[in-house]
C-alpha cells in the first residue's frame, strides 16, 4: 500500500479539483447574463470563461492544495465575492492579479 499513496493522493486532488471547477461554473452560470452575440463572439467569451476557471483552479490549488474540499471553497467564495464586490476588478484575473 505504500507504494501507491502518490498515486491516491494525485487522484483525490485531481478529484477534488475537478469538483472545484463543477461548483466554480455552477456558481458563475447562475450569475451569467443572457446574451446572443454572433458565433465567433460566443466562441471568444467561452474561451475568456474557461481561462478563467484555469486561472482560479490554479490559485485555488496554490492557495489551499493541502486543505480539505471545503477550504478550497472558501478560496473560492473569497475570489467569486470580490469580483461581485464594487471596489475590486469585475473579472477573474483582475482580482487575482490585483497588486492590492
Given at each position: 500500500?505504500?507504494?501507491?499513496?502518490?498515486f491516491?493522493?494525485s487522484m483525490?486532488?485531481?478529484?477534488?479539483?475537478?469538483?472545484?471547477?463543477?461548483?466554480?461554473?455552477?456558481?458563475?452560470?447562475?450569475n451569467?447574463?443572457?446574451?446572443?452575440?454572433?458565433t465567433y463572439q460566443?466562441e471568444?467569451?467561452?474561451?475568456?470563461?474557461?481561462?478563467?476557471l484555469?486561472?482560479l483552479?490554479?490559485?485555488?490549488?496554490?492557495?489551499a492544495?493541502?486543505?480539505s474540499?471545503d477550504?478550497?471553497?472558501?478560496v473560492?467564495?473569497v475570489i467569486?465575492?470580490r469580483?461581485?464586490?464594487?471596489?475590486?476588478?469585475d473579472?477573474?484575473?483582475?482580482v487575482i492579479?490585483?497588486?492590492?
Amino acid at each position: 500500500m505504500k507504494d501507491y499513496r502518490w498515486f491516491w493522493l494525485s487522484m483525490v486532488c485531481m478529484i477534488s479539483g475537478i469538483m472545484i471547477l463543477l461548483w466554480a461554473d455552477k456558481v458563475i452560470n447562475a450569475n451569467a447574463r443572457e446574451e446572443t452575440p454572433d458565433t465567433y463572439q460566443d466562441e471568444l467569451e467561452e474561451e475568456r470563461y474557461y481561462d478563467s476557471l484555469e486561472i482560479l483552479a490554479v490559485c485555488v490549488e496554490a492557495e489551499a492544495g493541502n486543505q480539505s474540499l471545503d477550504g478550497k471553497r472558501m478560496v473560492v467564495d473569497v475570489i467569486l465575492n470580490r469580483v461581485d464586490h464594487p471596489d475590486w476588478p469585475d473579472s477573474i484575473e483582475g482580482v487575482i492579479t490585483d497588486p492590492v
